[in-house]
DNA sequence: CCTCACCGGTTCAATTTCGAACCATCCTAC
DNA sequence: GTAGGATGGTTCGAAATTGAACCGGTGAGG
């Protein structure tokens, strides 16, 4: 087997050491964010996310589509979720006029409440174990990495018609 | 509202930005490996991840616990997703004779023929995805944020005693 | 030796996620 | 118009994940 058959086929130790502490290092993150919701704010991460991006919407509203894809989940999930947030009063759905197939989800009072009163918790974790280690230099940096990660999904995720 | 007290309860837009483009990306990422091995491997991502931390064991072969550490999920979902391995004939366990509370997990010959057949089409996405953006500088950047998000976390886990 | 706290694993119920099947609506081309 | 494909959502069943409760085994202190 040579060398280029081994990188191609493997990782050279060093990249798949990157690979691998960034694959723990996502899920870690993830683990301690839900855990905090939970404790904190019996609510789960993905409820907090469906409130962020309904609150971050203009009026407040998310067609469904748009709103699973920005939580990036199956349509099937967005459903369940806003079905559960509707239940504690956080969110409310209703028709869309223009077009009848489709449903908004808007935050409800309550919804924005319980927001501002769980957002400065949760981002504070999220500044100790993410955001303060950042110089600018490295924000920078990350920010351009994960535009450059962005653009790589979109290509994969809709295949180039190379006409 | 002052400008402190903004900051201190929300995020500043360019690093909210930052933030919510990493979750973003951190999941599509997942979406796309894991949608690749269902489809042809026929293997879910937790699954490949077991296989790979018992390939890279001394031994082939890890203790339950110290698997489900290195996976990063909770104990219970390790002894599941290794009797589904069991199931496939790609993992094997059995008691730990120095220890009999402990179970060791081996990788089977099928496992380690499995690993080496799907890794290269998962590696090659990973690849494309993530790891081709990466230049030297980069490269080097982002180990050593991982690693001190890596300390942040362990910090958090484990809160420090300050005597 | 006991006792008792801790540790390694499993079991269980509850929650969540996904994709496939489905229904209704919309829209374009004829 | 209307046929047929695309689009927006929901429903459903299967699979995965979690934490709590639990069971034995271990090992340190009395």
Redesign the interface.
Known sequence: MSAGDFE????AP??N???T?????????E??IERRLQDYHGISHTQY?VLVRLADADGARLRMSELAE?I?TAKSAATYQVKRLADMGLAETFKCEEDNRATWVVLTDAGRERL?ET??CI?????????D??DCH??A???E??????A??DD??RPVKTQ
Not at 8 to 11: A, P, Q, V
Not at 123 to 131: D, G, N, P, T, W
């Open positions: 191609s086929r493997w990782l060093e990249v050491a990157v690979w502490q960034f694959l723990t290092v996502t899920h870690r993150l683990q301690q996310e920005r990036v501002e957002a400065p981002l504070s974790l999220v500044r100790e174990l993410f955001l280690s950042l490295q924000a940096e990350l920010t990495l994960l535009t450059t990660w962005s790589n999904l994969t995720e």
